[in-house]
């Protein structure tokens, strides 16, 4: 549903641009790409965002069980926030930047039903030609069980609205561009502008932290005895280092309007703490992460515009074989914006 929703928004985004492009070609003297970097660049933005914690088990599921019994084994538990629309603001100048951005309270869900939520986001960034580091801290405080009617409960129940619940993610991307006529920052911060069709190779090397704090278990009560040694889990830290291949595509038209399109897949290795009914455990495992970028919109000398999509899942069920809690963090941004070069 998600992906098919921002496919149709790109859709309509071509056939726009497409529509609007003049008939020519982007004139053959003109820079493949156009560099910004020595104009101040103000890029205001909302935001419609979306965390997904999932608590799962990775232990292999019995043989004799019945069916029912093995959709209660197989069941996630879903926590998500209570926030729909944020606001906020990107600021370049000579490749460097910071951003950061808030809820817009007034987005809200009724607070009876799915809790109170407060967000903050912040980031420091250098994009060079063929090279660039993000830096990025993010917490959300307030979460809501979704589908609680799987664990017995109802919406709105004090089990299902935790107050108590935080999410706090740190971390850094540095990646590097293979090609020297793709641009990976005019796509998605708007600090130059690519003129010509190309696609490239990617490299992204990822660091990552996320703490998760509760003060009482994030397993329902109905799950508590399928987790074993691991019931009564409130939270811990995971910290992971990784790996990430990728593949970027820029499609500018004629108007300086353009589609992107980037995906990044790849491992490494996380450490787990995390805090159970018997204790502290820890765990060196492997992780998944996976990252897709998706934008389009006009890119023009002064004055730029778009939408963007992104969605980045960071997934510490080890690849090996094994039994234990699973944790799954899936970020997923649309975002609007609308920008000025001074």
């Given amino acids: 549903?998600?992906?098919?929703?921002?496919?149709?928004?790109?859709?309509?985004?071509?056939?726009?641009?497409?529509?609007?492009?003049?008939?020519?070609?982007?004139?053959?003297?003109?820079?493949?790409?156009?560099?910004?970097?020595?104009?101040?660049?103000?890029?205001?933005?909302?935001?419609?965002?979306?965390?997904?914690?999932?608590?799962?088990?990775?232990?292999?599921?019995?043989?004799?069980?019945?069916?029912?019994?093995?959709?209660?084994y197989t069941d996630t538990i879903t926590y998500e926030p209570n926030s729909l629309v944020n606001g906020g603001m990107r600021i370049s100048y000579l490749g460097f930047g910071f951003s950061f951005t808030r809820t817009l309270d007034q987005s809200a869900r009724d607070k009876e039903v799915y809790g109170e939520t407060e967000y903050s986001d912040y980031q420091i960034y250098y994009y060079g030609r063929k090279f660039?580091?993000?830096?990025?801290?993010?917490?959300?405080?307030?979460?809501?069980?979704?589908?609680?009617?799987?664990?017995s409960l109802k919406k709105g129940d004090p089990e299902t609205i935790r107050s108590d619940l935080s999410v706090a993610t740190g971390g850094f991307n540095i990646f590097y561009v293979f090609s020297d006529n793709f641009s990976f920052k005019a796509a998605f911060s708007q600090l130059e502008r690519q003129n010509a069709f190309d696609w490239s190779f990617l490299l992204m090397l990822s660091g990552i932290r996320f703490t998760i704090n509760s003060d009482y278990s994030l397993i329902p009560e109905n799950q508590e005895s399928?987790?074993?040694?691991?019931?009564?889990?409130?939270?811990?830290?995971?910290?992971a280092v990784g790996i990430s291949p990728g593949i970027g595509i820029t499609k500018p038209f004629s108007n300086y309007c353009y589609i992107t399109a980037a995906l990044f897949l790849g491992t490494g290795y996380m450490h787990k703490r995390y805090d159970v009914a018997i204790g502290e455990r820890v765990k060196h495992e492997s992780f998944i992460k996976a990252n897709i970028k998706l934008g389009a919109g006009y890119n023009g000398t002064t004055w730029f515009f778009g939408f963007s999509f992104l969605a980045d899942e960071s997934s510490s069920e080890t690849i090996e074989s094994g039994k234990g809690v699973g944790v799954v963090a899936l970020v997923i941004v649309w975002e609007i914006f609308a920008g000025v070069r001074v």
């Fill in 226 to 239: 399928l987790y074993g040694d691991d019931a009564g889990f409130t939270g811990g830290t995971f910290t």
């Fill in 132 to 151: 660039g580091v993000e830096v990025f801290y993010q917490k959300y405080e307030g979460f809501y069980l979704d589908d609680s009617d799987t664990f």
């Fill in 1 to 72: 549903m998600i992906l098919k929703s921002t496919g149709i928004i790109l859709l309509v985004i071509s056939m726009i641009c497409s529509a609007y492009a003049d008939t020519g070609t982007v004139e053959e003297n003109k820079k493949s790409i156009e560099n910004f970097d020595n104009r101040l660049t103000i890029r205001p933005y909302f935001q419609a965002s979306l965390l997904k914690l999932n608590v799962k088990r990775y232990e292999k599921v019995p043989t004799n069980i019945t069916e029912q019994e093995e959709e209660r």
